[in-house]
């Protein structure tokens, strides 16, 4: 059957919209393509016109997706994921891995690593995207994600089980304070929690209870922490804490290069488990590819590896 008699949208037009629709922004869907704003938006009332509806509720400053526009999401990206198997299972791609994750975990964990396994498996090419909220419980267009077990949604229903999410612990997460040994060697050490009211305390904006949660660990009042300084970028708070601003509420497999380098050193010698774990999530789906399963068995070999030799701090 022809092309014409299906009726078929453009087709282009599909991957402007799930850009757009994922974005829920036609500004961050032309950063992403490498177009205007503009041609996200013309590509995305060309489709509207085609299905004869809209698909986003237009506001003052920006868009949303209206309830036609959330399901229809959710069939091109289950479409647009069956045209890119069918390309792959007919040899016309290269072998791709499509990583999302944390982008604490992504820069101080994953990366340190990942040389490992495209070594190992250069056929495979990697896609990573970095996010601060953990796994959108509506996404489905990626193979493998990092996040905290506190941050991940929970996953929409299903009514495909191609489609369910399944989760691998990586490693328990910790909290420890630590800083730079010039800032240790100039206030001296320490000898309870409470000293550290005293001093000035650095921590990541998006794990801003990371502090209360230590001090309440140590059965200790959190301090005001209205004078500490906060990072959007977990790399921005090791950066201020090793060039000695201050202490920080770290998470020790995050930091294990620069524990290990002495440019960061535990203000106190006990550590205390954090209320998350890391985690690796995957679709149903992802399972069955062989380039899922490579990178699955390699990360769960790394985490264990890491832990038997007491990386985690």
Same mark, same amino acid.
């Given at each position: 059957m022809?092309?014409?008699?299906?009726?078929?949208?453009?087709?282009?037009?599909?991957?402007?919209?799930?850009?757009?629709?994922?974005?829920?922004?036609?500004?961050?869907?032309?950063?992403?393509?490498?177009v205007?704003?503009?041609?996200?938006?013309?590509?995305?009332?060309?489709?509207?016109?085609?299905?004869?509806?809209?698909?986003?509720?237009?506001r003052?400053?920006?868009?949303?997706?209206?309830?036609?526009?959330?399901a229809?999401?959710?069939?091109?990206?289950?479409?647009?994921?069956?045209?890119?198997a069918?390309?792959?299972?007919?040899?016309?791609?290269?072998?791709? &891995? !499509?990583? #999302?994750?944390?982008? @604490?975990?992504?820069?101080?964990?994953?990366? $340190? /690593?990942?040389?490992?396994?495209?070594?190992?498996?250069?056929?495979?090419?990697i896609?990573?995207?970095?996010?601060?909220?953990g796994?959108d419980?509506?996404?489905r267009?990626?193979?493998?994600w990092?996040?905290?077990s506190?941050e991940?949604?929970?996953?929409?229903?299903?009514?495909?089980?191609?489609?369910?999410?399944?989760?691998?612990?990586l490693?328990?997460?910790? &909290? !420890?304070? #630590?800083?730079?040994? @010039?800032?240790?060697?100039e206030?001296?050490? $320490? /000898?309870?929690?409470?000293?550290?009211?005293?001093w000035?305390?650095?921590?990541?904006?998006?794990?801003d209870a990371?502090?209360p949660?230590?001090?309440?660990?140590?059965?200790?009042?959190?301090?005001?922490?209205s004078?500490?300084?906060?990072?959007?970028?977990?790399?921005?708070?090791?950066r201020?804490a090793?060039?000695?601003?201050?202490?920080?509420?770290?998470?020790?497999?995050?930091i294990?290069q620069?524990?290990?380098?002495?440019?960061?050193?535990r203000?106190?010698?006990?550590?205390?488990?954090?209320p998350?774990?890391c985690?690796?999530?995957?679709?149903?789906?992802?399972?069955?590819?062989?380039?899922?399963?490579?990178?699955r068995?390699?990360?769960?070999?790394?985490?264990?590896?890491?832990?038997?030799?007491?990386?985690?701090?």
């Amino acid at each position: 059957m022809s092309a014409t008699l299906l009726n078929l949208p453009p087709l282009e037009s599909l991957r402007f919209f799930e850009a757009a629709a994922r974005h829920e922004s036609f500004v961050r869907a032309g950063a992403e393509l490498g177009v205007t704003p503009a041609a996200v938006a013309h590509r995305v009332r060309t489709l509207e016109r085609h299905l004869a509806t809209s698909l986003f509720n237009r506001r003052r400053r920006g868009v949303e997706l209206n309830r036609r526009g959330r399901a229809y999401l959710k069939e091109v990206q289950r479409i647009l994921a069956e045209v890119h198997a069918a390309g792959e299972r007919l040899g016309r791609r290269a072998r791709r &891995l !499509r990583i #999302v994750s944390v982008e @604490a975990v992504a820069e101080k964990w994953l990366m $340190p /690593r990942l040389a490992g396994f495209t070594a190992a498996h250069p056929d495979i090419a990697i896609e990573i995207e970095t996010n601060h909220r953990g796994v959108d419980p509506e996404r489905r267009d990626f193979d493998a994600w990092l996040a905290y077990s506190g941050e991940t949604a929970a996953p929409r229903p299903v009514t495909r089980a191609e489609d369910t999410l399944l989760e691998d612990t990586l490693y328990k997460e910790n &909290l !420890r304070p #630590v800083c730079s040994p @010039a800032l240790l060697n100039e206030r001296g050490r $320490p /000898r309870i929690p409470a000293d550290l009211h005293d001093w000035p305390l650095l921590y990541d904006l998006g794990w801003d209870a990371d502090w209360p949660y230590w001090f309440a660990r140590q059965g200790r009042p959190s301090p005001d922490l209205s004078e500490a300084s906060g990072f959007r970028l977990y790399s921005m708070l090791v950066r201020a804490a090793v060039n000695g601003s201050g202490a920080a509420i770290g998470r020790p497999m995050l930091i294990a290069q620069e524990l290990e380098q002495e440019s960061l050193v535990r203000v106190f010698k006990r550590q205390s488990a954090a209320p998350e774990r890391c985690c690796l999530i995957t679709t149903a789906a992802a399972r069955h590819r062989s380039e899922v399963q490579a990178f699955r068995r390699w990360i769960l070999r790394e985490a264990r590896s890491k832990a038997r030799t007491g990386a985690h701090g």
